[in-house]
């Protein structure tokens, strides 16, 4: 692979990346043999695919993909979420009661309140109006306990690491169940609140380093240095 650039190295629209048998994937473009950035990001490839992870950009749903969003509006027959997009989303009541839904009988409120979080997946979506949420699924529905945290989704990619390298991390060393909407919601659940504290600043952290070389062991090392404060202040 004739790349000009290395992995996960910082590049801007224009700038070429590879050159040779390569598929140009998200976020490039190919002209002969070779592959161009369409955004400002990190330049990245999986076996003959070269792309670019986005620095920035919003959430454009995708059907398939696990959202976390805040209900903002509730309707006769359905609730209306926040899923940091420039679309709004739509949850039918339908979707939610497993019995036959009667308006008249069931209270939507009482499932879901508007500001609750709702873990769910995108059902469907054509641009040609809202994406359509399902709850029907292992897992799915409100979270009512732990913290939400918020990352640009076009950072997700480096939060969840190669192979689930960075969030297999996360995990291990806070002891926290961490759930990734891939809009940019982080759900946080840990046995205390200093966990779930430190999972937040973590985020952030890489949230603010993503474009620089050696983020993991960066990370490794800064949440054993703070898990072994907090153990000090307990002794």
Known sequence: MATQQEERKLVFPGDLIAEGDYFAGENTFKRENRIYATRIGLASKDGRRIFV???????????????IGKVIDIGFTNWTLDILSPYIAILNASDVFRRGFDPHRDSLS?????????????????RTRDPLLTVRGPGLGKLTKGRLERITP???????????????????????????????????????????ELVSLAIRKIEAEAHIPGLTNRMTEFLRARMKGSEDKER
């Open 53 to 67: 992870i986005a620095l920035r950009g919003t959430y454009e749903p995708k059907v398939g993909d696990t959202v």
């Open 110 to 126: 009482d499932v879901f309140g508007i500001g609750d979080i709702v873990l769910a997946e995108v059902a469907q979506f054509d």
């Open 154 to 196: 076009a950072k997700i990619p480096r939060l969840i690491g190669k192979k689930g390298s960075m969030i297999t991390l996360l995990k291990n060393e806070t002891g926290c169940q961490i759930t990734i909407g891939k809009n940019g919601y982080v759900h946080i659940l840990g046995k205390s609140r200093e966990a779930e």
